[in-house]
């Protein structure tokens, strides 16, 4: 892999026990056994306004976070899913730094808490699809918390899965760079 290969990997959930972190943390060690230089970002440490469609694009907070997206080769957003879509806060981020996301390969890591939304990640990609222009992943993860013990990613299914996605993540971001 090409040196500066960087992968922005967004852990979207605010829930300090978030079940979607930890699919990210298990993401952060695959991509980066595959050469990828990841940059973590976690909605739980950066401190963003809510989108107002105005004065909120200028945040010191909003240009750190749009710059960091900007100047990478691919996207694995981690995010829980709560009543039928992808958090609040995952779409805000993407609200206040929509422009940097333009031609991005993305894929999707979700947890939720039952098997019924495990097509709430559609909305999400079909926006960044049709309004950035973003290559999608056609491999998503979604886990619920039978999935997870102890902090981490228990289920080796799931677990598989999440290294397949990141594989597919790098091969095509390093395809389309």
């Not at 829930?15 to 943390?25: D, I, T």
């Not at 970002?41 to 240009?63: F, H, N, R, W």
């Not at 957003?77 to 940097?100: C, D, Q």
Request: aromatic fraction near 8%; proline fraction near 3%.
């Amino acid at each position: 892999m090409q040196k500066g290969f960087r992968i922005a990997l967004v852990s979207g959930s605010l829930n300090p026990e978030s079940l979607s972190r930890q699919m990210a943390l298990h993401a952060a060690n695959s991509l980066s056994s595959l050469g990828a230089e990841v940059d973590f970002i976690d909605l739980q440490e950066i401190k963003l306004p809510m989108c107002d469609g105005d004065t909120a694009y200028s945040d010191p907070e909003v240009e750190k976070t749009r710059s960091r997206i900007e100047t990478t080769a691919g996207i694995l957003v981690a995010a829980p899913v709560y009543n039928f879509y992808m958090n609040a806060a995952l779409k805000n981020l993407v609200e206040l730094t929509g422009s940097a996301w333009e031609g991005k390969v993305v894929g999707f890591l979700n947890a939720a808490g039952g098997y019924s939304s495990y097509m709430a990640v559609m909305s999400m990609a079909n926006s960044l699809m049709l309004d950035f222009r973003c290559i999608i992943v056609p491999r998503f993860v979604y886990a619920t918390s039978s999935a997870f013990r102890g902090g981490a990613v228990a289920d080796r299914k799931v677990a598989g899965r999440i290294d397949e996605l990141a594989k597919e993540l790098v091969r095509f971001a390093k395809a389309l760079s």
